[in-house]
Nanobody, 121 residues
Framework: QVQVVESGGGPVQAGGSLKLSCAVS????????MGWYRQAPGKERELVSV???????VYIDSVTGRFTISLDNAKNILYLQMDSLKTVDTALYYC???????????????WGQGTQVTVSS
């Protein structure tokens, strides 16, 4: 049974930084692609960034150059360094496998509690 704990969110002023963490047990984060997702009020959840098994990374245009995804294989923790934050980054942030990487260990539709990021102007 996978257990996921996202942390590191909080209130921050525009231009500030936060580093999110996603600590996971019961699933090997380096076994397949992992992503950070976010859901803003009134909007659908969106995939923000992905890291694959070869440490290649992908970002949506709106966060490219500001966010950095990384994985600590030894600790089995996924990170998202967020710099130059903007008010539009305000959302509940989650980690989860990318769509093709769900398995019996981490089934599609399972989400942690998320960590709230609130950016004020």
């Amino acid at each position: 049974q996978v257990q996921v704990v996202e942390s590191g969110g909080g209130p921050v002023q525009a231009g500030g930084s936060l580093k999110l963490s996603c600590a996971v047990s019961g699933y090997n984060l380096s076994s397949c692609g992992m992503g950070w997702y976010r859901q803003a009020p009134g909007k659908e959840r969106e995939l923000v960034s992905v890291i694959d098994v070869d440490d290649r990374t992908v970002y949506i245009d709106s966060v490219t150059g500001r966010f950095t995804i990384s994985l600590d294989n030894a600790k089995n923790i996924l990170y998202l360094q967020m710099d130059s934050l903007k008010t539009v980054d305000t959302a509940l942030y989650y980690c989860a496998p990318v769509r093709d990487c769900y398995s019996d260990s981490w089934r599609s539709g399972y989400w942690g509690q998320g960590t709230q990021v609130t950016v004020s102007s």
